[in-house]
């Protein structure tokens, strides 16, 4: 089945620097990445996804890419600011199946 | 419009006891996933039912979980002989239609403690 690694698994920036979170998946049929935002005992957060025909997607101080040849995607956050301080999941699905394979998540703090 | 809802919030059982984890997925959505998620790690895909049926169960830990949605929309998930080794938060999704590439929504999650 897939495997989705990810890393860092924390992460502490200065607030205005930007933070980067990679991911790596094996299942070369994965086709959808999503990212989730999570504060502490809150409901996982879609931030951005991308599907597997785009290489990159912007959203404001949001981006991903995503590289097909080389099972990795990645998250970018510019600008950071304190409540961009979560745990962040990155996962990947296939198109014979819908469950989403998360990362272990990486817990990124933004000190003022 | 309403989010995934679930309930309990909090759930403390005894070794060995049953329990029963709702879940309301957003209205007219009508895929809708379990997983679940252990502290410190990324939710854990548990099954997923499109309209009543189970499509993909493959997540189950073992016969102890089972799952039902009868009416195509709330969902049940079952816990029998609860173990302290099921202890872990209880997340729900839904979305639009079943897909690999549609978004998933989630429920703020039920806490399960098996003492």
């Known amino acids: 089945g897939e495997n989705v690694e990810q890393h860092p698994s924390t992460l502490s920036v200065q607030e205005g620097d930007s933070a980067v979170i990679k991911c790596t998946y094996s299942?070369?049929?994965?086709?959808?990445f999503p990212w989730y935002k999570q504060e502490l005992g809150k409901r996982p957060q879609l931030i951005i996804d991308?599907?597997?025909?785009?290489g990159e997607k912007k959203d404001q101080r949001i981006a991903v890419t995503l590289n097909k040849t080389a099972k990795h995607f990645s998250l970018h956050i510019t600008e950071t600011q304190p409540e961009d301080s979560a745990v962040y999941f990155c996962?990947?699905?296939?198109?014979?199946?819908?469950?989403?394979?998360f990362g272990k998540g990486t817990s990124l703090l933004v000190t003022p | 419009g309403a989010g995934v809802s679930q309930t309990p919030s909090n759930k403390v059982t005894e070794k060995g006891k049953y329990v029963e984890l709702r879940c309301d997925p957003i209205?007219?959505?009508?895929?809708l996933y379990w997983y679940r998620q252990s502290l410190g790690q990324g939710p854990e895909f548990l099954i997923y039912?499109?309209?009543?049926?189970?499509?993909?169960d493959s997540g189950l830990p073992n016969d102890r979980f089972f799952a039902v949605r009868p009416e195509g929309s709330v969902s049940t998930l079952k816990i029998q002989r609860t173990e302290r080794g099921d202890s872990a938060v209880y997340l729900c999704?839904?979305?639009?239609?079943?897909?690999?590439?549609?978004?998933?929504?989630f429920g703020p999650g039920t806490r399960l403690l098996v003492l």
């Open positions: 996962a990947a699905s296939i198109d014979s199946g819908y469950a989403l394979n």
């Open positions: 991308i599907r597997s025909n785009v």
């Open positions: 999704a839904s979305s639009r239609v079943a897909g690999a590439q549609e978004t998933q929504y």
């Open positions: 209205s007219g959505h009508t895929a």
């Open positions: 039912f499109q309209g009543t049926g189970a499509a993909d």
């Open positions: 299942d070369s049929a994965s086709n959808y």
